[in-house]
Structures are given as C-alpha cells and as structure tokens.
C-alpha cells in the first residue's frame, strides 16, 4: 500500500511492503516485528538510543493503559473528529506508546469515517508498544525536526508535550489544516509536586501567537484522578520531568504513598494553518 511516510534520504513516496518499506529508486527500510519502521538517518541521531529508555517507555505504556487520562484523550477525540472530512490524513508527533494516536484513530473509524494515521517518535524503545497497540496506524522512528511525510500532505497534526517544530509543521500541513499543541496547565499533578518539593510553583500558562497559524481556541481539560497503587505513582513520576530534577528527599517522600488523589489539567490549543 502507499504510505504516508516519504523516503528519508531522496524524498520519494514509500510503498508499504510485508515486510520493508521501499521508495522508487530503492531505498528500503525494514519493517520491526512490532510494526514500526526506523526512518532516522544517522545524521539526525545525536546518540546511540535518541528519546525515551526502556524504563521511561514501560511507565509511560502502564499509567496510560489504566485510563488515568481517559479526560484528555476523549477531549482530543471530539475536537479533531468534529475538524476532519470523511478521508483524514494525521500525525501525531511525539507520539509515545500510542496512547492518544491509538485512540485517536479508533474514535474516527467508530464514526464512520476513512482516517489514515501516522505515528513518529525519536525512540525505537516506546515505538514498539505504539506499533502493537494499533495495526492499523503507521509508526516510524524519526525526528519531529526531518519528518518524514510530504508537504502539505496532513489535514491534522497532533503534539502532546512534544518539542514543537513549527517549521516542519507548517510544511506537512495542507491550507486550512489544523494543528492541536496539548500542554500542561497550571495547577498539572500539583498534589504529586507538593509531595516532591518544598515550594512547589505552577506551570506558566499563555496564549502565543505562531506564524502561519491563526487560533482556532484554546480548550481545557480538568479533572482529579486517584492513583491506586505505589506502582501506578511511580509510572506517573518516571514519565514527567520531575523524575531527573527532583531531590532525593522529594522522591523519598513519594516512594513511602501508596495512594494519591491528584489533580491533572490540559490545555489544547488549537491553530488552523493559514
């Protein structure tokens, strides 16, 4: 089948085979036994095992498979179904284990439509449970800088807490495509960093302007959530950034709960490409 990934090194359309994917003049690229394709030239990797470990991908595949951000993912659901035809094309950016790509996709197929989705993150590690959560989404490792998808190809282009590549993004997105950037808000697991810290402060919210986008809106997504188990706080803490920066007393004091009622908040701020 065509895919709606391109070649990597000369640009050209891939045809998805059983086993490779391949480009007209030859290019060829393996396809996992879990489904994904490696598209990240050795000169876009800047090390040995770019994006998130083994450790960080199994915490993010086990929080997320509980449902605990079900709020968000039904957000995502309804705003890109009512912004899509009958036929979409999406990428999801960043994409992880698949969680929201996954969901995503199931949604549109539930209510009668065609979506053709594709998947790409920097890590070969979290890409194997995204290619096994959803056969019939495209995953390939790549870089959210180089993607691998033709200009103005995407009718949506879906980034959650992703580094946001305006440039690449403006170009794979079609006239009128929309672009869905998903941030924390301000208050995002403030009971989880008053555990972790001493003064703990909230995320900065803002509304800001990008070129070659106008603002569709902003929508926000509250909601409390009681994590069940020291395993489950545990997953949560290893998939934000407070795992690298937290001291050690901090990361004590969450060890020794087994329980948290914490608050999550998002806020999806939408743009149309002018």
């Known amino acids: 089948m065509t895919s709606l990934f391109r070649c990597p090194i000369c640009g050209g359309p891939l045809t998805r085979e059983e086993r490779a994917y ?11 036994k879990e489904g994904y394709t490696y598209l990240l030239p050795p000169n ?4 040995a095992a770019p994006g998130d470990d083994k450790g960080m991908a199994v915490a993010r595949r086990d929080f997320l498979s509980k449902g605990y ?17 009958n036929s979409p094309a999406l990428l999801d950016t960043g994409c992880g284990e698949g969680y929201y790509t996954a ?16 998947g790409t993150d920097i890590s070969k590690f979290i890409l194997r449970y995204a290619a096994k959560r959803e056969k019939d989404v495209e995953f390939a490792v790549a870089s959210s800088y180089h993607l691998p998808v033709a200009d ?18 403006r170009r794979v997105l079609k006239p009128g495509g929309v672009f869905l950037y998903v941030v924390p808000a ?18 900065e919210e803002k509304e800001t302007p990008y070129e ?9 997504v509250d909601a409390r959530i009681h994590l069940e188990s020291q395993a489950d706080i545990h997953a949560l803490f290893q998939m934000t950034p407070y795992y690298w920066k937290t001291p050690k007393a901090g990361a004590e004091r969450l060890a020794a709960l087994d329980t948290l009622d914490c608050r999550i908040a998002f806020r999806v701020h939408i743009f149309r490409k002018l």
């Not at 876009?44 to 090390?47: A, D, L, M, R, V």
């Not at 301000?186 to 995320?203: G, I, R, S, T």
């Not at 070659?212 to 926000?220: K, L």
Request: with cysteine.
């Open 22 to 32: 391949r480009c007209p003049v030859g290019h060829s690229y393996d396809i996992a």
């Open 44 to 47: 876009q990797k800047h090390s």
């Open 69 to 85: 951000y079900v709020p968000l993912l039904n957000t995502l659901c309804t705003e890109i179904s009512a912004r899509t035809g």
């Open 103 to 118: 969901g995503i996709f199931r949604a549109l197929a539930e209510a009668g439509k065609d979506p053709r989705m594709a």
């Open 152 to 169: 103005g190809s995407m009718d949506i282009l879906l980034n959650c807490f992703s580094p946001l590549a305006l440039e690449e993004f």
């Open 186 to 203: 301000a208050d995002h697991l403030w009971e989880l960093k008053q555990v972790l810290y001493e003064k703990p402060y909230p995320n």
């Open 212 to 220: 070659g986008f106008a603002y569709d809106a902003i929508v926000p």
